[in-house]
């Protein structure tokens, strides 16, 4: 059966550049995967009073699905502050819980941090796996993807300039592939 990967990025912004390099991996899933945008719009951030009190909203209910249904990730994580930003943490936060059914773990996962300085959002990659290892997902370990420059990659429509950059994309978006089928026991 075919697998799903949701595509995940860490940011609001409608010229967001993860939500730009995020469209880019859509057009790249090998065959007997489908690649999805998951969008992190309309979820209010986590109170445990929430589930505690039984007064879960709409929005998460229908993320918390999305989540479970999914069979890996691969985050493209901004960095804000040397860490990850807000919108995605309530994300992990969201889908972790109630307590006992975090619906993200035992999958494989993929980050790809990017900046338009030269760290490449090295602080948030790290700070991501960190949160990633408490919720049991498998984030692949190598090749580590750090996209620098980030301002440089795309013109006006959002397609990107330098086919090395593809090149480079489409060959961490292959690694993870191989990452995934290694932890799924199944050849796609
Ligand atoms: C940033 N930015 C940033 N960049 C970086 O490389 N390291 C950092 O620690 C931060 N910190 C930071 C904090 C806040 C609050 C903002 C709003 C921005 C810049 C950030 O990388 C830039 O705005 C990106 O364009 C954000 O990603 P998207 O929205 O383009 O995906």
Do not use: C
Not at 17 to 31: D, N, Q, T, W
């Amino acid at each position: 059966m075919a697998k799903t990967i949701g595509i995940i990025a860490g940011s609001l912004r409608k010229e967001s550049f993860s939500k730009k390099i995020g469209k880019v991996l859509l057009g790249m899933a090998p065959s007997g995967f489908t690649f999805k945008m998951v969008s992190l719009e309309d979820l209010p951030i986590y109170n445990q009073d929430f589930d505690d009190l039984d007064k879960v909203p709409e929005s998460y209910i229908i993320f918390r699905k999305t989540i479970k249904d999914l069979d890996g990730f691969i985050f493209i994580t901004p960095e804000y502050n040397r860490s990850v930003p807000a919108v995605l943490k309530n994300a992990l936060d969201i889908a972790s819980r109630p307590y006992g059914e975090n619906v993200w773990g035992g999958k494989a996962a993929a980050i790809f941090s990017n900046s338009p300085g030269n760290l490449s959002g090295f602080g948030a990659n790290h700070h991501l796996r960190q949160s990633l290892v408490f919720l049991n997902v498998y984030a692949m370990q190598q090749p580590e993807v750090y996209l620098a420059n980030v301002t440089t990659y795309f013109d006006a429509e959002g397609k990107l300039l330098d086919s090395k950059i593809e090149s480079f994309l489409q060959q961490a978006v292959d690694d993870y592939i191989a990452w995934f089928t290694k932890l799924d026991g199944t050849s796609a």
